[in-house]
């Protein structure tokens, strides 16, 4: 944006005097577009006529204040309009050329764009700061979940969730039974059975599986996870109800270790809710209720009566 400026006595300049304040309106008018369209003190005739009248116009003129096409004026900033159009008298004296204002936006583009990339900088060296602090303590908070989870993962798996807490009542009093599989043979996931030393094969499968489905949502390592999954194995769990409980946790957004998994196969051993519901048998006498056991006695009535 660009101003048209006006001299402070302006108000008492004899050409103002003389003008008259209507045709000093249109003066001013002039001298705004003027400014903003970078005419350089040129009033296109188009624009006098819009904004005032002629007479307005040629007492503008005779004051001195305006030029028309071939004026006399000694000035040589007054430039020589075309016909029709009108001058500005010194226009370019107390004001800038199209030039000057041009060089003066590109200079203020020039130094906005400085300032935005300044900003962007300081912003980008903030924004890396702080993504390497959050680095640097999620990699100490994870050296030091390790650090407590590796004890609390070496508990061993009490017999009562690793299936093996011996013979039941029922195997006890009837020896006919088959006897409990083996789970180091078993070779329900993968076809590989866990190896004494804690099923690594089987652990890395079962860690890789769940780390893809769930991994994004977990504060764990995979080494915390694995350690877990190969206590779990060594100490005798099935693969399959290994994968199943670690599926629970996964669902839940629940950390893997041994507290966590023994919970998760006693919810999986839990009976389905109405599994002890006893089904009627559909051939069985249903009982009467009290409408119908009393229509029954009064047809029995009206019955003996006919009879009679």
Not at 275 to 295: E, F, M
Request: charge should be neutral; hydrophobic fraction near 35%.
């Amino acid at each position: 944006m660009t101003w048209f400026k006006v001299d402070d006595t302006a108000y008492g300049h004899p050409k103002v005097l003389k003008a008259g304040n209507a045709a000093l309106g249109l003066w001013v008018k002039g001298g705004a577009y003027a400014a903003q369209h970078l005419t350089e003190g040129t009033v296109p005739g188009v624009v006098a006529q819009l904004y005032g009248t002629a007479p307005q116009a040629r007492k503008l003129v005779a004051a001195g204040l305006w030029h028309e096409h071939g004026h006399t004026c000694p000035h040589t900033e007054c430039a020589q309009p075309a016909p029709g159009d009108y001058y500005m008298h010194d226009f370019l004296i107390y004001n800038p050329s199209k030039a000057t204002v041009e060089q003066g936006r590109v200079r203020a583009a020039d130094r906005q764009k400085r300032a935005r990339d300044r900003a962007t900088e300081r912003q980008n060296q903030t924004r890396n700061h702080a993504d390497s602090s959050s680095n640097r303590d999620s990699f100490t908070d994870e050296r030091s979940a390790e650090n407590l989870e590796s004890g609390s993962e070496s508990i061993g798996f009490p017999d009562l969730f690793a299936g093996q807490e011996g013979l039941s009542q029922r195997d006890g009093v009837d020896p006919s039974r088959s006897p409990r599989p083996d789970p180091s043979r078993s070779t329900s996931f993968g076809g590989t059975p866990p190896n004494p030393q804690g099923g690594k094969g089987a652990a890395a499968a079962l860690v890789e599986e769940w780390w893809l489905s769930y991994g994004r949502g977990t504060a764990q390592s995979r080494t915390t996870v694995r350690r877990a999954v190969e206590d779990a194995l060594g100490n005798g769990l099935d693969a399959s109800l290994l994968a199943a409980a670690m599926d629970r946790l996964g669902q839940t957004s629940k950390p893997v270790t041994g507290g966590t998994l023994q919970f998760a196969l006693s919810d999986l051993r839990r009976p389905a809710a109405g599994a002890a519901v006893i089904p009627l048998n559909p051939n069985a006498p249903r009982t009467l209720g009290r409408a119908a056991n009393a229509a029954a006695v009064m047809a029995e009535l009206l019955g003996q009566e006919n009879a009679q």
